[in-house]
């Protein structure tokens, strides 16, 4: 790394010497040439000391936990396995961290003995840190000074490289939907069908009345307009939909170009997380796609932790999208009956608003998410039947929810 190699004591040293070479026959005095060389000699010993027979040989660095929700704290542990020829002096370390991560990644760095007695050296450095922003962050690498015994030297060493330390979005736990019907909170009952022997279970077919939304092809059905389901197997399960419009024009142009930027966005982030997160722990089956239909992620079974936590990850990176339209999604709904949907968005206006209507008698539970719209389009929304809150980066989710799908106000449509 490029830095003045001398302390203070060794520049001083250095003018010193240069300072004696000048004097020395202006004043008649020889004595000070060989004074200025034994300074300037010393410092270049020192400085050979350092630089030569000195190498790092590998370093490993580990998080606990490998991966961080926003608000958490994580362990960053690195393992510095180094060989040095002479004994040195105890210096200092740092950690690059970059925005997003928070932390004090700076101690001493300890003293080596000479390896020709010793052999290699493993050092071990430990410190915590709190991910504040979401997406993936890469911490490192570790920058080591370290000075010769008479300190007129210094070393600036970069060991390693940086490792990724990925960072979810904020996970509430929200309340249980105990006000919906049904032991596990809806009940929608399914049944699918094949259409006959030997039928491909992935050929999508129009949906019919009774059919699980978990089954539906939500790109088949963006492409033709109605919705499709896959073919399927008797079966029965509640429902949920989560629809989230990552629409840039909803947000601001931080949200397009990188994750953990826009705090209106995150917090939308943060809602659809946390709410597929409760519905999936309620037993339901949970679609989360975008306002064309297009899944953001594989559909959730109920109780299904594992698909939920790859959910969580893969939302790490997720930013917004140039084109879509809250107008595309009333056509997708058209002709079904639904458990809850969830619609997660940013500023709407009246006509917004109005184009979301038809979804409403399509859900037992129709909740929408806004961020900073008018009063005039959220009365349309609440007119139509929808329960609607401002998401507001400072707002806390979990007393967002009880309110905004609890007793209250709860109405059931049919389709």
Do not use: C, K
């Not at 200092?92 to 932390?103: A, I, N, Q």
């Not at 953990?260 to 943060?270: I, L, R």
Request: proline content about 7%; aromatic content about 6%; glycine content about 12%.
């Amino acid at each position: 790394m490029t830095r003045w190699p001398l302390t203070p004591r060794g520049t001083g040293a250095v003018l010193l010497g240069l300072a004696s070479f000048v004097l020395a026959p202006i004043v008649g005095v020889p004595a000070l040439v060989f004074f200025g060389v034994l300074l300037v000699a010393v410092v270049g010993l020192s400085f050979a000391s350092l630089w030569l027979g000195h190498r790092a040989d590998g370093v490993h660095r580990s998080f606990a936990p490998d991966v961080a929700a926003v608000g958490g704290e994580v362990d960053v542990r690195v393992r510095v396995d180094s060989r040095s020829m002479l004994p040195t002096v105890v210096g200092t370390w740092h950690d690059r961290l970059p925005r997003g991560v928070e932390g004090e990644p700076t101690g001493v760095y300890p003293a080596l003995r000479s390896g020709l007695a010793a052999g290699s050296h493993r050092v071990d450095i430990a410190y915590r840190v709190h991910a504040r922003r979401r997406g993936v962050r890469p911490i490192g690498p570790l920058v080591v000074e370290t000075t010769d015994p008479f300190g007129l030297t210094r070393r600036l060493q970069q060991l390693g490289g940086s490792v990724p330390l990925t960072v979810t979005p904020a996970f509430i736990p929200l309340e249980v939907l105990d006000d919906l019907p049904g032991a596990a909170g809806g009940t929608m009952q399914s049944t699918t069908d094949r259409l006959g022997q030997g039928a491909d279970n992935l050929i999508p077919r129009a949906y019919a009345p009774g059919d699980s939304m978990r089954r539906i092809h939500w790109r088949a059905s963006a492409h033709r307009g109605e919705l499709m389901v896959r073919q399927e197997e008797r079966e029965s399960n509640p429902e949920a939909v989560i629809v989230f419009d990552r629409t840039a024009a909803r947000w601001t142009s931080e949200a397009l170009r990188s994750p953990g930027e826009d705090p209106g966005f995150e917090a939308a982030v943060s809602t659809v997380v946390s709410a597929a997160a409760r519905f999936v722990r309620e037993g339901y089956s949970v679609a989360v796609i975008d306002v064309d239909g297009a899944e953001l992620v594989p559909g959730l079974e109920g109780g299904d932790t594992t698909a939920l936590e790859a959910m969580t990850t893969a939302f790490a990176t997720l930013t917004a999208r140039r084109d879509g339209s809250l107008r595309d999604l009333a056509p997708l709904f058209a002709g079904s009956t639904l458990g809850p949907v969830v619609v997660v968005t940013g500023e709407v206006d009246v006509t917004d608003a109005a184009s979301l209507a038809p979804v409403v008698t399509h859900s037992s539970m129709p909740v929408l998410f806004v961020e900073g719209s008018g009063d005039a389009a959220l009365r349309t929304a609440r007119e139509a039947g929808w329960r609607v809150h401002r998401l507001e980066p400072e707002d806390e989710l979990d007393s967002l929810w009880p309110g905004g799908v609890g007793t209250e106000g709860m109405r059931a449509h049919a389709g």
